[in-house]
């Protein structure tokens, strides 16, 4: 039977804790990007490399990077949300009308996406909470701290809280390179927009741009950025070659929203 185990500096050297339900059990090998996702980046030997900001290339791993983090059954909770990912990010690479939907004008390099607000959104912030947690001692991931929002994470993944709509808002990118869809691992160091810290990362084509706020004030005047409750969210051309995290991409982002919104009136 497993048992609650208090943050004590007294604790048994080989004592095992989960990551998630702080209780002492045996460990899985946890991936800190789920496995799927290197799929489309392996190599013949099914090796794989990581690209950070700095434009530095990361040692190769095999299937990904994986730790001793959680027990089976946070394993478990967690599994129905990464295959719901691995779906949303099949069905993208291949632009399933059912899941991406392309508009009309070719000037405005905006898609939007149907999906399941809270598995989508459980299963990025559930990738931003490992990326927080893991030993980044091994250099192949970049560093996230998350300060108090690391426990926050914590406990709204382990009871499967919903996320309301500006709790960490999240924006989405396609990752485009050379004009082709990309699908590059990539981890990246916080940065600011307007004052407040972002997180981001991108894998499966797809760039994740995440809002440190649990209750994110200027969420009504920027709902058309961030994926929202209806399913329904815009999706811009990201160009790997660029910085993936820029003003200029707000506006751009701005601009797309309000082009369309006038389209649909």
Not at 122 to 129: D, E, K, S
Not at 248 to 255: A, L
Request: one cysteine or more; aromatic letters at 12%; glycine letters at 4%.
């Amino acid at each position: 039977m497993s048992k609650q185990i208090k943050d004590t500096p007294n604790q048994v050297h080989n004592e095992k804790i989960c990551k998630l339900c702080l209780q002492s059990k045996k460990l899985c090998k946890s991936h800190i990007i789920q496995k799927s996702m290197y799929q489309y980046v392996n190599d013949e030997k099914y090796r794989s490399q990581t690209l950070t900001i700095d434009t530095q290339i990361k040692s190769f791993v095999q299937n990904g990077v994986t730790e001793d983090l959680l027990c089976k059954e946070c394993e478990n909770k967690f599994s129905l949300y990464e295959k719901y990912l691995a779906e949303i990010t099949e069905s993208v690479i291949q632009q399933n009308p059912e899941v991406v939907v392309i508009l009309s004008d070719p000037k405005i390099k905006v898609k939007i996406f149907k999906l399941d607000y809270q598995k989508f959104k459980y299963a990025i912030l559930l990738h931003l909470w490992r990326l927080s947690i893991h030993d980044n001692k091994k250099g192949n991931l970049s560093i996230y701290q998350l300060g108090k929002y690391q426990e926050i994470l914590r406990v709204y993944l382990l009871n499967e809280t919903p996320f309301l709509e500006n709790c960490f808002p999240i924006a989405i990118g396609e990752l485009n390179l050379n004009g082709e869809m990309s699908p590059l691992i990539a981890t990246f160091p916080r940065k600011k927009i307007d004052g407040i810290s972002v997180q981001q990362f991108s894998f499966g084509s797809l760039h994740f741009v995440i809002y440190m706020q649990e209750q994110y004030l200027k969420f009504n005047q920027e709902s058309f950025l961030f994926i929202r409750e209806d399913g329904y969210s815009f999706v811009a051309n990201r160009d790997v070659m660029t910085d993936v995290l820029d003003e200029k991409w707000k506006q751009s982002i701005v601009s797309y929203a309000k082009n369309i919104n006038k389209e649909n009136q």
